[in-house]
């Protein structure tokens, strides 16, 4: 590992000026779990709450004090990190701690950059699946996905993923799921209350996508992902 990209575009080595002299260790994502005692019960209950974030350490060097100050707020604000060794996935950034610079040699200059991300890994480069009618939706990563799915068509509508019912009340010519963010919208503007039902996920396998009367298209994200 000689470098990372952030946000697809910006390499570390290439464009920062930057070099990796510790690379991190990536942990795989994590189930929070509570463990609950009840008395009579063999064994502790269970209960499970979630996945844990990514968090990860890398430490580089930079030509400057000057020049670090001008890097960082880029990296800062970056969405999407991806490593020069694996570019098939990217993390998704949730926050970035940048310590103080400790001085290695007279134009060098060392900072540990500590990386809060989401669970999971994402798979680069998936391209949008296009349907005009029912089929089966193949979930090729190693856990569900939340995807984002644009619904075409006018007047209430229902699409069924499987089996499960979700109905639209299609003003425009269109509404857009966002499973991740739990938003329903047309354009920028919210249209949660045109929509009846859950979210949809796509289970690791084969999904069953059913688009009912009146619905011309479907526009599929489907934001593959491993742990």
Avoid at 8 to 33: A, C, D, H, K
Avoid at 76 to 89: E, G, L, R
Wanted: some cysteine.
């Amino acid at each position: 590992m000689n470098a990372f990209i952030l946000d697809g575009t910006t390499n570390s080595r290439i464009n920062l000026g930057l070099r990796i002299t510790q690379p991190p260790i990536l942990p795989m994502s994590e189930r929070l779990v509570d463990s609950i005692e009840v008395d009579g019960r063999e064994g502790t209950l269970t209960v499970l709450k979630g996945w844990s974030d990514i968090i990860f350490t890398l430490k580089v060097v930079t030509s400057s004090p000057t020049h670090w100050r001008i890097i960082l707020p880029q990296i800062k604000t970056s969405k999407h990190i991806t490593f020069s060794n694996d570019k098939s996935v990217h993390f998704k950034i949730k926050h970035i701690v940048a310590s103080g610079l400790t001085q290695l040699l007279s134009n060098l200059w060392e900072s540990e950059l500590t990386f809060v991300c989401a669970p999971f890994r994402y798979l680069n480069n998936v391209a949008i699946l296009n349907r005009t009618s029912s089929g089966v939706v193949t979930n090729s990563g190693g856990v569900y996905s939340l995807p984002r799915i644009k619904v075409f068509g006018t007047g209430t509508r229902t699409l069924t993923i499987n089996g499960k019912p979700i109905v639209l009340n299609l003003l425009q010519d269109y509404l857009i799921l966002d499973s991740d963010l739990k938003e329903c919208y047309y354009g920028d503007i919210a249209q949660n209350n045109y929509m009846t039902g859950d979210f949809p996920i796509f289970n690791i396998g084969n999904n069953q996508v059913t688009l009912g009367t009146g619905i011309t298209k479907i526009e599929i994200e489907p934001r593959w992902r491993y742990l």
